[in-house]
């Protein structure tokens, strides 16, 4: 806590350029990628073969803050084998095409899934079931070999209390399809890694302890299993899964990695300020359990903007769920939660007309203020509010969204009860133009507040 004030000390002595400059180095060097490459995990984001052609949506999600990728749908059966033995691999080739020209690993995205299953498999008689899966393994995990560090050999294998869920591979083999796929992938990609993953087992529940036992007695027959996969679709409706970082840990213990997969937090529509918030706690909350367990890898959301989220399109009426808007805008509430959660700072929001109260002269006799963030660090914050006006004398107000809370104000006098601050000017700052500065702390979202100036 000293070494914060010193630090503040020196932002608040040195020129405004200093803090302009440290403020842009930060933004240099500061990614999602980069946070939780420190941490000794990647920051990833899904992506699907239509928005590859969206080339503001491809300088973001190329451009530094994920370093893995996960295609959405290229990689899925029948995207990859839509006629028995007919294989295509343009949609996924294109996606690690995409990812190694911008140093991002990949994700294999999924080997079997009893959805975007082509008609064919499920007409196969059960006899010819295991073979047919064994080719498709073969084949595609041959293809990608090399190309992704790990497969989410089966997908969601459960129902929702822990027993297994029926599809065609389950009707033909019983649960033994899964130990049968996990060895198809091994011989064809002895180097990815080879996960199991699902939904609603990233909190601790009879959905979890099925994967939980099931995992455990993959590892006493000696059958190649090395990941588990928590996809984290969310919902703040439904309140946040019970003991995340316990249940991730458990299955860490059974001597597998664990890694958050298709990451995305929905809500009911439309969006606003209190449910961002919400919205952001989860966030925080899922990527401080991965980061608080060694083996969790790494976290994977599924794609980064609300523009190509699978959300409205099939939970009606919800959306928002992720962490850049319709407009590829960055949420300052959801992102830096999660950059905070690994251990970076928040982004200051940039002081724009809308976020701050507006400087166009003031009738006379009356005075405006203008509030600007002009250094951010995990915890802290400096502001700056300029006063403009032509009248001597001037109370500046505002609330305080997110619980901030000051603690050293120059250039006047501050009362703060609750979220409402009040300044009044020092003696010798009582004519506009003038300005004020001050110390605060924040905590998971730190909001531009409107200003009012009398
Ligand atoms: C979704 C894709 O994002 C959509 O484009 C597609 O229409 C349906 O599948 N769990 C998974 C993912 O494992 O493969 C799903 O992806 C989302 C739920």
Redesign the pocket.
Known sequence: MKKLIIGAAALILSAGAFTLINTQAEAAVQTLQSLAAAKGKYFGS?T?NPELSDTAYTAILGGGEFGQTTP??AM?WDSTEPSQNSFSYTKGDAVVSFAQAHNMTVRG??LL?H??LPGWVSALPATQLQAAMENHIANVATHFKGKVFAW?VV??PFNEDGTFRTSPFNNAMGSDYIAIALRAARAADPTAKLYI?D?NTDGQGAKADGMYNLVKSLKAAGVPIDGVGF?G?LAIQYGFPTNMQANLQRFADLGVDVAI??LDVRMVLPRDSTKDATQATYYSNVVKACVAVTRCVGITI??YTDKY??IP??FSGQGAALPWDDSLVKKPTAYNAIAVALGGTAESASPTPSRSTSSSPPPAGACAATYKITGSWPGGFQGEVSVTGSKPGWTVKWAFANGQTISQLWGGTVSQSGANVTVTPASWNNTPPATFGFLASWNGTNAVPTVTCA
């Open positions: 899904a699907d959405g749908n899925k995205h999924t899934w959805n975007q989410d997908n969601e993953n939904y996809q679709h997969t298709e599924w794609d989220s699978w399109s099939v």
